[in-house]
T-cell receptor
Framework: EPEVTQTPSHQVTQMGQEVILRCVPI?????FYWYRQILGQKVEFLVS????????KSEIFDDQFSVERPDGSNFTLKIRSTKLEDSAMYFC?????????FGPGTRLTVL | GEDVEQSLFLSVREGDSSVINCTYT??????LYWYKQEPGAGLQLLTY?????DMKQDQRLTVLLNKKDKHLSLRIADTQTGDSAIYFC????????????FGQGTELSVKP
């Protein structure tokens, strides 16, 4: 059964550094998403992406964040200058118009 | 505003039914979802219901939706120890790019 994959599973970085989180969505899906879950808090929407552009973004998704689909299969989330409060589990999801299937997540730790 | 609420914990005995409840505030919900998260794993889509339906059944899972009270429930029949996990309720709203709004999750503990 096809599934969403994410790499790395755990990323440790220094504050101020740039990180790129990678996702391979399910191949025939058209909609792509990033969410994050800070420890002990709700899963929060970051951004949705359709037809090679952002379709919706949250207040969290400010100028330090960007998304890209560089080669038609990968879907990346870049955080330009990480802050301590960016430490969280980051989930990628892909889907059709009604369903979203999640990857296993990348745990980002900012020191 | 957009808000989805769930109780934090539920404990049941193996073989009993579990009922996990969720309330939401926004009237423009299009779909409502139940996801399951096991320790160290991602979110697994269990089932979802269109907002103009009242009920959906899928094997051991029954979803009930009361639109008037903005209340959603997930019933798991014959609960097994393998059902122990965190269960998240979520909704999508009309014209918001498919954004899922999650509750805080209900931790289900199934005792043998």
């Amino acid at each position: 059964e096809p599934e969403v994959t994410q790499t790395p599973s755990h990323q440790v970085t220094q504050m101020g550094q740039e990180v790129i989180l990678r996702c391979v969505p399910i191949s025939n899906h058209l909609y792509f998403y990033w969410y994050r879950q800070i420890l002990g808090q709700k899963v929060e929407f970051l951004v949705s992406f359709y037809n090679n552009e952002i379709s919706e973004k949250s207040e969290i998704f400010d100028d330090q964040f960007s998304v890209e689909r560089p080669d038609g299969s990968n879907f990346t989330l870049k955080i330009r200058s990480t802050k301590l409060e960016d430490s969280a589990m980051y989930f990628c999801a892909s889907g059709g118009s009604n369903e979203q299937f999640f990857g296993p997540g990348t745990r980002l730790t900012v020191l | 505003g957009e808000d989805v609420e769930q109780s934090l914990f539920l404990s049941v005995r193996e073989g009993d039914s579990s009922v996990i409840n969720c309330t939401y505030t926004d009237s423009s919900s299009t779909y409502l979802y139940w996801y399951k998260q096991e320790p160290g794993a991602g979110l697994q889509l269990l089932t979802y219901i269109f907002s103009n339906m009242d009920m959906k059944q899928d094997q051991r899972l029954t979803v009930l939706l009361n639109k008037k009270d903005k209340h959603l429930s997930l019933r798991i029949a014959d609960t097994q120890t393998g059902d122990s996990a965190i269960y998240f309720c979520a909704e999508t709203l009309y014209n918001q790019g498919g954004k899922l709004i999650f509750g805080q999750g209900t931790e289900l503990s199934v005792k043998p």
